[in-house]
């Protein structure tokens, strides 16, 4: 059995720990205290995620995030993201400025305290900020403990004071360096390289953010600037929320040209909405709370989708417009092809869920609902023409529901499944337990055999789906759920679908997309992620996807075979070995490898290399499906001319 899979099996069977004297023992000297800023140090995931791509780029927003809690309190109209040439980040906003004056009780500057000590902030008292992205104060700071070094520069009251830090410790008290006429704070650090596994900034990663900051907070002007690269872009939306539905609809052909937009303040809570519906059959649906976004929803959202579906039924039963239909409308009808933004602004947000981004505030659902009930209501009512669309829009979800109705039972899973009921063409694992179990969804039967004899068969399925599934994209659920492959697709996972979908039935804990390294190998694995990411989203939030990594090219040079992943890969390995006597074999297909290759290659947990697929925007993640796999012709050349360049292998 592979090193992974032992090791998961160890897990239950770890022995007590020990002391240093070895004897088992447990008293006051095994009770470590961690001073100051060495808790995050010594344990840096729990206060970024991780210390991968997605805890370095973390970093970048918590400060900026300061900066934006400045303009929600209308003191901030502009921030500058610069990602320097050596990969260090400089924020500039101009706002107020930490205060720098000495602290009364840590007698010190409070702009040291602000970057030295966990918990210390002016987000507590309701004061200085009524609402903010940074509610617990650990963030700048956790920054400044994981920074190789940081500097602050303050201007404030016609002074500029500066501090540096080294690992997160003052070099030397506050200083007055110069005088300006500006308010503001300047923040510049550089990640410490002995925490994170790699330094280096993604511009587009970056960006995705900073556009959706800007969407959230109308009228802020934020830049980034890449001197790397030279590149920069400027994101300032005049129409805020309804700025942000039209990027999402960008690719979609909308039913209606002008977002409905709302906003009121009610019992301290600002609620804001953007509604449009597209032609399509996808949901696309984005709440947050203090610009945190809220992936697992909460009672915001739950307000918001209780009264969407009861107005728009109010709505078509005042004015007769289901008199020739003998239904009302559900909550999943009134949610096909809708576009909506969902943000409110809580003073004091409870969060709960797996990943701590699901508002639990019970008293936001109540005000949510009441505010979308009053003003939705009265936009329908004023505007009968987009009324009638939108109902003919759910009357026509509602006749597909129905007739969907036979074929969704397949995706329920109230029992737990055995073997006579998983599809015949599923090679199982051996292995019951989920976290230990993988499955290589695989292109057709030859790749698909050679898998299932190459793999370990005890804790690795094999499913191989028959030529390309369907496009989710332009379907409705009804001819989804008749389309063979994805019946075989959802049977196999176990977990159910959309609103049903439950991820204490999923029967594997790494859903491995194998494809052909070749043009039709990409679009199968692009059908297949479309399919995921409407259907089952949430496996991209566990973390439970991959895209498996086959190689490009084998080389032969006598007894010996050596694998290329890519041509750089190819070319470096030329280089080491003689050109005489060496023949390269270039892969067009996972069928042209036998099972030992295969395995040894690309399903190997010791040799293979796997791509986790992670979700940092789903709104980025919305746009980009609708423009590769939608109906509009124009947005997709648009993307594979832009982007045509970075192809390195293309099989025609």
Same mark, same amino acid.
């Given at each position: 059995?592979?090193?992974?899979?032992?090791?998961?099996?160890?897990?239950?069977?770890?022995?007590?720990?020990?002391?240093?004297?070895?004897?088992?023992?447990?008293?006051?000297?095994?009770?470590?205290?961690?001073?100051?800023?060495?808790?995050?140090?010594?344990?840096?995931?729990?206060?970024?995620?991780?210390?991968?791509?997605?805890?370095?780029?973390?970093?970048?927003?918590?400060?900026?995030?300061?900066?934006?809690?400045?303009?929600?309190?209308?003191?901030?109209?502009?921030?500058?993201?610069?990602?320097?040439?050596?990969?260090?980040?400089?924020?500039?906003?101009?706002?107020?400025?930490?205060?720098?004056?000495?602290?009364?009780?840590?007698?010190?500057?409070?702009?040291?305290?602000?970057?030295?000590?966990?918990?210390?902030?002016?987000?507590?008292?309701?004061?200085?900020?009524?609402?903010?992205?940074?509610?617990?104060?650990?963030?700048?700071?956790?920054?400044?403990?994981?920074?190789?070094?940081?500097?602050?520069?303050?201007?404030?009251?016609?002074?500029?004071?500066?501090?540096?830090?080294? $690992?997160?410790?003052?070099?030397?008290?506050?200083?007055?360096?110069?005088?300006?006429?500006?308010?503001?704070?300047?923040?510049?650090?550089?990640?410490?390289?002995?925490?994170?596994?790699?330094?280096?900034?993604?511009?587009?990663?970056?960006?995705?953010?900073?556009?959706?900051?800007?969407?959230?907070?109308?009228?802020?002007?934020?830049?980034?600037?890449?001197?790397?690269?030279?590149?920069?872009?400027?994101?300032?939306?005049?129409?805020?929320?309804?700025?942000?539905?039209?990027?999402?609809?960008?690719?979609?052909?909308?039913?209606?040209?002008?977002?409905?937009?709302?906003?009121?303040?009610?019992?301290?809570?600002?609620? *804001?909405?953007?509604?449009?519906?597209?032609?399509? $059959?996808?949901?696309?649906?984005?709440?947050?709370?203090?610009?945190?976004?809220?992936?697992?929803?909460?009672?915001?959202?739950?307000?918001?989708?209780?009264?969407?579906?009861?107005?728009?039924?109010?709505?078509?039963?005042?004015?007769?417009?289901?008199?020739?239909?003998?239904?009302?409308?559900?909550?999943?009808?009134?949610?096909?092809?809708?576009?909506?933004?969902?943000?409110?602004?809580?003073?004091?947000?409870?969060?709960?869920?797996?990943?701590?981004?699901?508002?639990?505030?019970?008293?936001?659902?109540?005000?949510?609902?009441?505010?979308?009930?009053?003003?939705?209501?009265? $936009?329908?009512?004023?505007? /009968?023409?987009?009324?009638?669309?939108?109902?003919?829009?759910?009357?026509?979800?509602?006749?597909?529901?129905?007739?969907?109705?036979?074929?969704?039972?397949?995706?329920?899973?109230?029992?737990?499944?055995?073997?006579?009921?998983?599809?015949?063409?599923?090679?199982?694992?051996?292995?019951? *337990? /989920?976290?230990?179990?993988?499955?290589?969804?695989?292109?057709?039967?030859?790749?698909?055999?050679?898998?299932?004899?190459?793999?370990?068969?005890?804790?690795?399925?094999?499913?191989?789906?028959?030529?390309?599934?369907?496009?989710?994209?332009?379907?409705?659920?009804?001819?989804?759920?008749?389309?063979?492959?994805?019946?075989?697709?959802?049977?196999?996972?176990?977990?159910?679908?959309?609103?049903?979908?439950?991820?204490?039935?999923?029967?594997?804990?790494?859903?491995?997309?194998?494809?052909?390294?070749?043009?039709?190998?990409?679009?199968?694995?692009?059908?297949?992620?479309?399919?995921?990411?409407?259907?089952?989203?949430?496996?991209?939030?566990?973390?439970?996807?991959?895209?498996?990594?086959?190689?490009?090219?084998?080389?032969?040079?006598?007894?010996?075979?050596? $694998?290329?992943?890519?041509?750089?890969?190819?070319?470096?390995?030329?280089?080491?070995?003689?050109?005489?006597?060496?023949?390269?074999?270039?892969?067009?297909?996972?069928?042209?490898?036998?099972?030992?290759?295969?395995?040894?290659?690309?399903?190997?947990?010791?040799?293979?290399?796997?791509?986790?697929?992670?979700?940092?925007?789903?709104?980025?993640?919305?746009?980009?499906?609708?423009?590769?796999?939608?109906?509009?012709?124009?947005?997709?050349?648009?993307?594979?001319?832009?982007?045509?360049?970075?192809?390195?292998?293309?099989?025609?």
């Amino acid at each position: 059995m592979t090193t992974e899979v032992k090791e998961a099996m160890k897990k239950s069977k770890k022995k007590p720990a020990v002391n240093g004297n070895g004897n088992g023992t447990y008293d006051a000297n095994n009770i470590h205290v961690l001073k100051g800023l060495e808790a995050v140090r010594r344990r840096p995931a729990m206060y970024i995620g991780d210390t991968g791509q997605r805890g370095l780029h973390h970093m970048v927003y918590e400060v900026v995030d300061n900066s934006v809690d400045e303009a929600m309190a209308g003191f901030c109209d502009n921030i500058i993201v610069e990602i320097n040439n050596d990969n260090s980040i400089t924020v500039t906003d101009n706002g107020r400025g930490i205060p720098t004056e000495e602290h009364p009780d840590e007698k010190k500057s409070a702009l040291e305290v602000v970057m030295t000590t966990l918990h210390a902030g002016g987000k507590f008292d309701h004061e200085s900020y009524k609402v903010s992205g940074g509610l617990h104060g650990v963030g700048v700071s956790v920054v400044n403990a994981l920074s190789e070094w940081c500097w602050v520069e303050v201007s404030r009251d016609r002074d500029v004071y500066r501090q540096d830090y080294k $690992y997160g410790e003052a070099q030397k008290p506050v200083k007055k360096i110069k005088t300006s006429k500006k308010n503001g704070t300047k923040t510049c650090f550089y990640p410490d390289a002995g925490i994170f596994n790699r330094i280096e900034f993604k511009f587009d990663i970056i960006a995705s953010r900073l556009r959706e900051l800007a969407f959230l907070n109308q009228g802020l002007s934020i830049d980034l600037i890449d001197h790397r690269t030279e590149k920069e872009v400027n994101f300032k939306f005049k129409g805020g929320l309804s700025s942000f539905i039209e990027y999402v609809n960008e690719n979609n052909t909308v039913i209606f040209k002008k977002p409905i937009h709302f906003q009121k303040l009610k019992d301290d809570v600002d609620v *804001e909405v953007a509604i449009q519906y597209n032609d399509g $059959y996808s949901e696309s649906v984005h709440s947050y709370v203090n610009n945190i976004n809220t992936i697992e929803g909460g009672t915001h959202l739950t307000g918001f989708r209780t009264a969407l579906t009861r107005t728009i039924n109010n709505y078509a039963s005042k004015n007769n417009l289901l008199k020739k239909e003998n239904f009302t409308f559900i909550g999943e009808d009134s949610r096909e092809g809708l576009t909506a933004v969902i943000s409110v602004k809580v003073r004091d947000p409870q969060f709960e869920g797996q990943t701590k981004t699901k508002l639990g505030n019970s008293e936001v659902r109540g005000i949510v609902e009441s505010i979308t009930n009053e003003y939705l209501g009265a $936009y329908l009512e004023e505007n /009968p023409a987009v009324g009638k669309k939108i109902v003919e829009k759910l009357v026509n979800a509602a006749t597909a529901r129905e007739a969907a109705r036979k074929a969704k039972e397949l995706t329920r899973r109230k029992t737990a499944l055995d073997s006579a009921s998983l599809p015949g063409k599923l090679a199982d694992c051996s292995l019951s *337990e /989920p976290e230990l179990c993988e499955i290589y969804i695989v292109e057709g039967d030859s790749a698909g055999g050679s898998a299932k004899q190459g793999r370990d068969r005890r804790f690795q399925a094999i499913l191989p789906l028959k030529g390309k599934i369907l496009n989710v994209e332009k379907a409705r659920i009804d001819k989804i759920l008749s389309n063979t492959e994805v019946r075989t697709l959802i049977t196999a996972l176990g977990c159910g679908i959309k609103d049903e979908f439950d991820p204490e039935k999923i029967r594997y804990h790494k859903v491995i997309i194998m494809t052909d390294a070749d043009i039709d190998g990409s679009h199968i694995r692009t059908l297949l992620l479309t399919f995921f990411f409407r259907y089952m989203r949430s496996l991209f939030d566990l973390e439970y996807m991959y895209i498996a990594q086959p190689p490009l090219y084998r080389l032969r040079h006598g007894k010996q075979e050596h $694998y290329a992943y890519s041509d750089d890969e190819k070319d470096k390995l030329l280089k080491t070995l003689p050109n005489t006597g060496v023949s390269i074999q270039r892969y067009k297909g996972l069928g042209e490898m036998n099972p030992e290759q295969l395995w040894r290659t690309t399903m190997d947990p010791e040799t293979r290399t796997l791509l986790k697929v992670t979700l940092s925007d789903g709104a980025e993640a919305n746009h980009l499906f609708s423009q590769l796999m939608g109906n509009e012709i124009g947005p997709r050349r648009e993307f594979i001319e832009q982007n045509a360049q970075y192809v390195r292998n293309l099989d025609v």
